[in-house]
C-alpha cells in the first residue's frame, strides 16, 4: 500500500509560482516513477509531469515545458512540482500518482490507468 498526501496549491494571480509537494508512505517511495496529473471542472484527468525512479528522466506536458519542474527526494520520500509563470488555463485540482507496476523503471508513463496509487488533490486557482 501507498499513501500520497499533496500540499501547497492555492490561489495566486497569472504570472505568479507554486510548489506542490506529495509526501509519500508505504511501499518503497524510491522503487517507481512518479506522476502528476490535473482535472480542470467538466475536463478529463490529464498527465502534466512525470519522473522516473531515480529522478534522472523526467517528461512534461507540451503546455508546462518551461514553466513546470517536477523533482523527487527520495532520502524525504516527496516529489515536487515547482510551477512558474502560472497561466489561468492551469487552474485544475492537481493530483500525484504513483506507479508501482513499474519497478525500477526509467521510463515515465503519461497515461493515468498505468498509475495504481493517487492522492486526494490541492486545488490550484490562477486568477487573470
Known amino acids: 500500500q501507498v499513501q500520497l498526501v499533496e500540499s501547497g496549491g492555492g490561489l495566486v494571480q497569472a504570472g505568479g509560482s507554486l510548489r506542490l509537494s506529495c509526501a509519500a508512505s508505504g511501499r518503497t517511495f524510491s522503487r517507481y516513477p512518479m506522476g502528476w496529473f490535473r482535472q480542470a471542472p467538466g475536463k478529463e484527468r490529464e498527465f502534466v509531469a512525470g519522473?522516473?525512479?531515480?529522478?534522472?528522466?523526467?517528461k512534461y506536458t507540451e503546455s508546462v515545458k518551461g514553466r513546470f519542474t517536477i523533482s523527487r527526494d527520495n532520502a524525504k520520500n516527496t516529489v515536487y512540482l515547482q510551477m512558474n509563470s502560472l497561466k489561468p488555463e492551469d487552474t485544475a485540482v492537481y493530483y500525484c500518482?504513483?506507479?508501482?507496476?513499474?519497478?525500477?523503471?526509467?521510463?515515465?508513463?503519461?497515461?493515468?490507468?498505468?498509475?495504481?496509487?493517487w492522492g486526494q488533490g490541492t486545488q490550484v486557482t490562477v486568477s487573470s
Open positions: 519522473i522516473s525512479w531515480t529522478g534522472d528522466t523526467t
Open positions: 500518482a504513483a506507479n508501482t507496476k513499474r519497478l525500477y523503471s526509467i521510463v515515465v508513463i503519461t497515461t493515468t490507468n498505468e498509475y495504481d496509487y
